[in-house]
């Protein structure tokens, strides 16, 4: 849908800024160890459950006499092992991530000791019968000591790749926000040069400017990390609203948004600092102004973003300054967030400063959806 538009004043958003709380692993609590309902790490357990069967056949007959039938029985019971202990951690990963680590792992070896057990008790049965011989409780004594060294190491190193994917997520969260610290003050400063500017010539309006201002804060303060896109928007125009109260009619803006983008997520505070580099170093230096236009698409699976403006030359290593770290600002928050998993490019060609950001599309888990409406601007 297309939507041109001239910037209008500010009016009251309280009712229009909804609280959204997706639900994520950013608010998930430190867990103790890996998911083991996801694939690659029950592929990885089947892995070195192989490895290990490899290991004990090897053990016992030696290269020279090695038994391929061997492998295949000690396969077949270790994996027996290995599935249901997936299965019933998984079920317990959120309430292990509640206890002390010492409970949560008295508990994880207990239930894989439990399987493991039950496990090499049938087959001790299986081969009494079949053998036609008594059940061999030393044999079994010996196996059960086996699997428990096994399971203790297996368990020590899911909890030892767990902790460190849990400090490199919290470091990598505390890089984001010290990344994003660095673009709300712009966002204020210039915020509060327009409110100076509206203080002696229109002070209910300038009253409305705060009102709204600290609404903008306080939902952007509030989602610190993956937000909604239509959150995003509506903090985005109201931005562009507010620095309309210093332009005028100078700015003017156009939002092309193709539908179905509502439960798509991304970085908070991603299009406000983009919009403001926009009018920064680009329609407030024309004297004439400008048109911000923003397009927003969906490409398989992926959100394009793309935001041009007309733009001055850039005749000064300052103002190349102030632009480039603006933009290199929030490549390092979009390389924190996704890895190599997005696209940031920008240009000045005729006259015309372009972004496009491409981004994996995530989008909100259907348990974290909240279907409210927005209240037209007043």
């Known amino acids: 849908?297309?939507?041109?538009?001239?910037?209008?004043?500010?009016?009251?958003?309280?009712?229009?800024?909804?609280?959204?709380?997706?639900?994520?692993?950013?608010?998930?609590?430190?867990?103790?160890?890996?998911?083991?309902?996801?694939?690659?790490?029950?592929?990885?357990?089947?892995?070195?459950?192989?490895?290990?069967?490899?290991?004990?056949?090897?053990?016992?007959?030696?290269?020279?006499?090695?038994?391929?039938?061997?492998?295949?029985?000690?396969s077949l019971a270790v994996q027996w092992v290995i599935l249901p202990s997936a299965a019933l951690l998984c079920r317990l990963r959120p309430r292990l991530a509640q206890l002390s680590h010492r409970v949560a792992g008295a508990i994880s070896f207990a239930v894989v000791m439990a399987v493991l057990l039950a496990v090499l008790v049938v087959q001790e049965?299986?081969?009494?019968?079949?053998?036609?011989?008594?059940?061999?409780?030393?044999?079994?004594?010996?196996?059960?000591?086996?699997?428990?060294?096994?399971?203790?190491?297996?368990?020590?190193?899911?909890?030892?790749?767990?902790?460190?994917?849990?400090?490199?997520?919290a470091e990598l969260v505390a890089r984001i926000d010290a990344l994003q610290s660095r673009i709300r003050p712009h966002f204020l400063f210039n915020s509060m040069n327009s409110l100076a500017s509206l203080i002696a010539i229109d002070p209910e309006r300038a009253e409305k400017l705060v009102e709204d201002l600290s609404t903008l804060f306080r939902a952007s303060l509030a989602d610190s990390k993956m937000v909604p896109l239509e959150q995003e928007l509506t903090l985005a125009r109201r931005y562009l609203q507010i620095e309309a109260l210093r332009l005028g009619e100078r700015l003017r803006q156009s939002w092309d948004i193709d539908s179905g983008l509502e439960s798509a997520v991304i970085p908070s505070m991603l299009l406000q600092p983009l919009l403001e580099n926009a009018v920064l170093h680009g329609v407030a230096r024309l004297k004439q102004g400008g048109e911000i236009q923003v397009y927003l698409r969906q490409l398989d699976n992926q959100l394009q973003l793309v935001i041009e403006n007309p733009a001055p030359a850039l005749d000064s290593n300052r103002e190349r300054r102030g632009n480039g770290m603006a933009l290199e600002n929030i490549r390092q928050r979009l390389a924190a967030h996704y890895g190599h998993r997005y696209r940031f490019q920008s240009e000045l060609e005729d006259g015309i400063y372009r972004v496009e950001v491409i981004l994996p599309m995530n989008n909100i888990p259907e348990t974290g959806k909240r279907s409210e409406k927005m209240e037209p601007a007043l």
């Not at 060294?149 to 400090?167: D, F, T």
């Open 1 to 74: 849908m297309t939507s041109p538009q001239s910037a209008q004043p500010a009016g009251s958003i309280t009712q229009q800024i909804r609280k959204f709380a997706p639900d994520g692993e950013d608010s998930a609590q430190a867990q103790f160890l890996p998911d083991l309902c996801h694939v690659s790490a029950l592929a990885v357990l089947v892995l070195m459950g192989e490895l290990l069967a490899l290991v004990l056949v090897l053990a016992v007959d030696g290269l020279r006499d090695f038994s391929w039938q061997r492998l295949g029985l000690v």
């Open 125 to 169: 049965w299986l081969r009494a019968s079949l053998m036609r011989q008594g059940f061999d409780l030393w044999h079994l004594l010996d196996n059960t000591l086996l699997g428990a060294i096994c399971a203790g190491v297996v368990l020590r190193y899911a909890y030892v790749q767990q902790q460190l994917h849990n400090q490199q997520r």
